[in-house]
């Protein structure tokens, strides 16, 4: 798995399972007795204009990428993570097959940035 394909697979099993399950959750909550807090939040959420309902729905995906993004940079060493003056870093690697690939090759593009290339920022 390069970098590349590691990323493709994040924006779809993070980014867009949690954009498409927040919608989903928010248009019709599952479940015998989902908590008051997301019946209170569907009823809002399905009273709103179609035109709100679209500005609503890109705030969760702004929300999600940006989450995202944040771990991507931690992961990458460029967003701070430790509050000390001896600072450790990642290794993400993947594993299969006996192989081991390092996916945050310092060397390489960072993942943050492959993942905007992905998902633009708005």
């Known amino acids: 798995m390069t970098s590349i394909e590691f990323i493709k697979s994040i924006k779809q099993a993070v980014y867009d399972y949690s954009v498409n399950g927040c919608v989903s959750l928010l248009q019709k909550p599952p479940g015998r007795k989902p908590s008051e807090k997301l019946v209170e939040l569907s009823r809002y959420v399905n009273q709103l204009s179609e035109y709100d309902k679209e500005m609503m729905y890109s705030i969760i995906k702004l929300a999600?990428?940006?989450?995202?993004?944040?771990?991507?940079?931690?992961?990458?060493?460029?967003?701070?993570?430790?509050?000390?003056?001896?600072?450790?870093?990642?290794?993400?690697?993947?594993?299969?097959?006996?192989?081991?690939?390092?996916?945050?090759?310092?060397?390489?593009?960072?993942l943050h940035d492959l993942f905007n290339q992905q998902v633009p920022p708005m």
């Open 64 to 110: 999600s990428s940006q989450a995202i993004f944040g771990l991507l940079a931690v992961i990458d060493g460029v967003r701070q993570f430790e509050d000390s003056e001896s600072k450790g870093s990642f290794d993400l690697r993947f594993n299969k097959d006996g192989n081991s690939v390092i996916i945050n090759d310092p060397n390489e593009e960072y």
